[in-house]
Each structure stands twice: as C-alpha cells, then as structure tokens.
C-alpha cells in the first residue's frame, strides 16, 4: 500500500499578479492538485494577493523584501508532507506535481528534487542561451562545488522534514544571494538529492532580456558563496558526504 503523501506549493510574489495568474491556472489543471497552495505576498502594491485568494490560494503576507526572507516564510507556513516551489512565472505541466510526489514515494531516502527549465518568450537564441549557458552552467560548475545537484528555485521540491532541520541555518535576511543556491549550500551531506531532467518547468526569459538584468541575477552568485566559504568549500564537502556515505562522524 503506497503512503499518501500531501504537497504544499509556495509561490513567493512581489508585484508579479498577472504572471502569478498563469500559474495558479497551471497549478488548477494539475492530474494531481496540491492539497494547499501558499502564495507569499512579499509587500505587492498591485492585486498580488487578489488574484492568488481567488484561485483559493492562501496568502502569506512578508513585509520584509527579498526572496530568501519570502521564500522561507512559505516554506514555514508549508504543512504538507512535501514542499514544491514555483515562481510567479513559472508555468508548470499538468503532471508536475503528480511527478514530484511519485519521486518521494519511490524513493524515502529522497530530501531533495529539482527539475530543469523550458524558457519562454524573448527571442529563440536568448531561450537557448539561458537553457543551455546559464542552467546547463549552474549544474556543471555547481555539481562538483556543492557535492550534489544545485537547487533551481523555479521548479523544486523538499520533504518539509528536511526544511525544518535546516530552516534555521539559511540566510534568510540577507537581500542579494540566490536563496535556492543558499539552501544548496545548507544541504547536509547525508541528504539526498535528485535533479530529475524529466522534471522541467516553463519559465519566462526576461531575467535574460537584456545585460542589466543578466548582470544582476549573477552579481548574486559570489555574495552567496561567500557566505559560506572557506568552511564549505569544495574538498571539504567532498570529505563530509564521504563520510556520511560509510557512516562516519563528521570532522570537528
């Protein structure tokens, strides 16, 4: 008999009502629905919070501005089994969320998912660019430096046993880091990870519509990772999954 497992979906949101629109329609079309769907009102000054209360949503109000602060706001809220994260504008399949929780019933030692993204608008080469350069890149270069698959924020998932343990350990007040690589670096090495190509998400290509905005997702890379350097740095890393793979303590 397969354990029923239930999903919460968080959405942080800034300013972003009609993308977010999309993907609550997206998320209502789903062959497995959410059992809640938490949309964080990150201090929206447009119709954010109507339009997530009238796709039933329940809306998490955080004044306080940033992703990694709106982010773990939803994921504390979160009472299901499982954690899905979606952007505003992520759009995703109608079997997104049946894939997900079939991934964590087949696997209980699974903590972590996360899928890939299929951009949409701009041009055809931006598309491609940001597939193949910008995701294709963070997954080469990050794998080897985490120790694991990074955390793509637009399509992920974490059992929220997983979330509390580390809920207290992110930086969650800090404005320009990329919080789902900031929870990558939180990840403890006997955790598990997944990145489930299968798993992919339309999301929007604005981020790369022009230099300054390409500029500014990267400009957050390297405060991220100094943030936890030079405790974790790679060899590090490296020796603590060792370890906790044999079942070792780890190094003092």
């Known amino acids: 008999m397969t354990t029923y ?18 993907c609550l329609q997206a998320l209502g079309e789903q062959t497995r629905r959410a059992d809640e769907i938490i949309v964080v009102d990150n201090g929206s000054t447009d119709d954010t919070a109507a339009v997530a209360e009238r796709y039933g949503a329940r809306v998490v109000a955080e004044p306080v501005p940033g992703i ?44 972590f998912l996360t899928g890939d993204p299929r951009f949409y608008g701009s ?30 924020g637009s399509n992920m998932a974490m059992r929220t046993d997983a979330w509390r343990m580390l809920s207290g350990e992110v930086h969650r007040n ?9 929870l990558s670096f939180h990840i403890r090495p006997g955790m598990t990870v997944l990145r489930d190509r299968d798993l992919v998400v339309d999301v929007s290509a604005r981020p790369f519509k022009d230099w300054a905005s390409l500029r500014r997702r990267l400009s ?21 999954r060792r370890r906790a793979r044999i079942g070792m303590p780890a190094a003092q």
């Open 123 to 152: 041009t055809p080469l931006v598309r491609w660019m940001g597939e193949h350069l910008y995701i294709g890149g963070m997954y080469a270069v990050l794998t080897p430096f985490l120790g694991h698959a990074p955390l793509f």
């Open 174 to 182: 800090e404005q320009n880091i990329h919080d789902d690589f900031d």
């Open 5 to 22: 497992l239930s999903i919460s979906v968080v959405i942080p949101v800034r300013n972003d009502a009609r993308l977010l629109e999309l």
């Open 68 to 111: 990694p602060q709106a982010a773990s706001a939803g994921y504390d809220a979160a009472s299901g089994d499982i954690i899905g994260r979606l952007d505003a504008d992520s759009r995703p399949g109608r079997d997104w969320i049946e894939r997900i929780v079939q991934r964590f019933q087949s696997r209980p030692e699974l903590d």
């Open 220 to 240: 957050f890379v390297l405060p991220t990772v100094r943030l936890h350097m030079p405790q974790q740095a790679p060899h590090r890393r490296r020796q603590a």
